[in-house]
């Protein structure tokens, strides 16, 4: 008798399992559609965008004078150095917004060609470096900093020495652009081979005053 009524109950319950087995199932795809499908009128959006990016462009191009340090980052400096160039500011076509501040994260390339002197001694030189750019929401503000590379057809400077012609930038800087076509900015850079010519090479630090039409 026990095993009669075991029987039954197992076999009501299987039965019961089926049923909403079945009913779950039918029930299932329209359910997941409701449950996954988009609201109308409502967006999801990521705080960070990569959909910022943004074509190639000239930012600004302008004079930059630029004066020597006390001492390359703490050694003695031998001569004191002075700069004359030019330089351009190019966005790089990868950039990210943060949404909700609306500050932006850009890629950028520095180029700049002059002349740098001291001692009585003068030489040409020419700066590419790459750089990352954080700006404010209107354009006002931006912070860049970058390591590149820097090329000179003097590098013998009085009794001070680069060691060699080609030499290692790092540089960081901040802009303001105040009015519609201008900029203006501060910028410290460092030239050095990164002991590669040997001990006895000198870099030199510069104190960079940048002015620029912006575009």
């Not at 967006?43 to 004078?65: C, H, N, Q, S």
């Not at 002059?114 to 700006?135: D, F, K, N, W, Y």
């Not at 820097?150 to 009015?179: E, M, R, S």
């Amino acid at each position: 008798m026990n095993v009669t009524r075991h029987s039954l109950a197992c076999s009501l319950l299987v039965s019961q399992l089926i049923t909403i087995l079945a009913f779950s199932s039918s029930w299932a795809d329209p359910m997941a559609f409701i449950g996954a499908g988009p609201r109308t009128g409502a967006t999801i959006e990521a705080p960070f965008a990569d959909e910022y990016a943004k074509p190639m462009a000239l930012l600004w191009v302008g004079p930059r004078y630029g004066l020597g340090g006390n001492s390359p980052l703490g050694e003695e400096q031998k001569e004191n150095f002075q700069m004359y160039d030019v330089a351009a500011h190019l966005r790089l076509p990868w950039g990210w917004r943060h949404r909700p501040s609306g500050w932006t994260l850009e890629t950028r390339m520095i180029a700049s060609a002059g002349q740098l002197v001291a001692a009585g001694t003068s030489g040409l030189m020419v700066t590419v470096v790459p750089a990352v750019a954080v700006s404010s929401p209107n354009g006002l503000l931006s912070v860049d900093a970058g390591p590149g590379l820097g090329f000179f057809t003097n590098h013998k400077f009085g009794v001070q020495n680069f060691g060699g012609p080609a030499q290692i930038i790092a540089t960081a800087g901040i802009g303001l652009d105040p009015f519609p076509m201008f900029h203006a900015g501060y910028r410290f850079q460092h030239f050095s081979d990164a002991g590669v010519y040997g001990p006895t090479s000198l870099g030199v630090d510069m104190h960079i005053i940048e002015l620029g039409y912006r575009f």
